[in-house]
């Protein structure tokens, strides 16, 4: 064990597939910080990843749930509840699809229908996992709930589509439930801005390759991999971090101050010199 900054914490992770993702890195770090937690991911998905040798590896059980439907997520509570015998002290959301993405439809183009799908399944889902928790009082006083965004929710990137709109919400999600939340329950909600990062999710995601060259020019630290944000949201679910709450957190590199670095325009230059 690293340390026991998370000694007796216990919590539910949303979202490892495979040891891509930020959610399974997250996963291996509450372990080895102490914790003790639920895996739980749709069952279509438990069934194509590896979450179940996560799940031996760090001493957890496996609950399936679809992060749209409250019925999914009151049985995940309650199961969770009744397997720790309480309540619990954090979560993390690591939930986004965009069929829009995948069925390459432009952003001037969308289905609207995968529209609505995108929002409930990147969004609004985190809505209803709060809402959920805060009526069975499912989590400790200053317990913390992470969930995942990328910097798409502030800014316009080429590709990125409808997830950006998912991510806006997502965001503000976390604001207005963070204030009732924190003012009734001393439960703190923040999410996470990550850089890109090469999971399966991500893959999904137009000229991703080129956009974490792009990034990792433009970041003074370069892109923050999956394992360094797993580091971070630990910390979230410390009691380091008592006092942050509704928080959009980015987690970058600093790409997200950035308006142009020497490397990102040294390599820019090189376009003239080829047009010469």
């Known amino acids: 064990m690293a340390n026991n900054l998370l000694e007796g914490k216990k919590g539910i992770i949303f979202g490892a597939l495979n040891e891509m993702s930020i959610a399974w890195k997250t996963a291996e770090k509450a372990h080895d910080f102490g914790a003790k937690f639920v895996l739980t991911n749709t069952p279509v998905s438990i069934r194509m990843g590896n979450i179940e040798d996560l799940a031996k590896k760090t001493g957890s059980i496996v609950i399936p749930a679809d992060a749209t439907s409250e019925d999914n997520l009151i049985n995940l509570l309650e199961k969770t509840m009744e397997h720790f015998g309480g309540k619990i002290d954090f979560i993390l959301h690591s939930v986004a699809m965009s069929p829009n993405v995948r069925k390459k439809r432009t952003y001037d183009d969308l289905n609207y229908e995968y529209l609505k ?23 400790n006083e200053w317990g913390s709930v992470v969930a995942l965004s990328y910097v798409a929710a502030q800014r316009t990137l080429y590709g990125y589509n409808d997830m950006a709109d998912a991510k806006a919400l997502l965001e503000s999600i976390a604001r207005s439930f963070g204030y009732i939340y924190g003012r009734e329950k001393k439960v703190r909600i923040n999410t996470i801005s990550q850089s890109p990062t090469l999971t399966t999710a991500g893959s999904g995601v137009k000229g991703l390759d080129r956009l974490l060259d792009f990034s990792e020019r433009m970041s003074p630290l370069g892109n923050a991999t999956a394992e360094e944000c797993a580091n971070y949201a630990v910390t979230l679910f410390s009691d380091l971090t008592k006092k942050v709450t509704m928080q959009n957190l980015f987690h970058d590199g600093g790409f997200s101050n950035m308006g142009m670095s020497l490397r990102a325009m040294s390599q820019y230059e090189k376009s003239f010199d080829t047009e010469k």
């Open 117 to 139: 799908k995108t929002l409930d399944v990147s969004a609004i889902s985190f809505h209803k996992l709060l809402q959920t928790a805060y009526k069975l009082d499912a989590i």
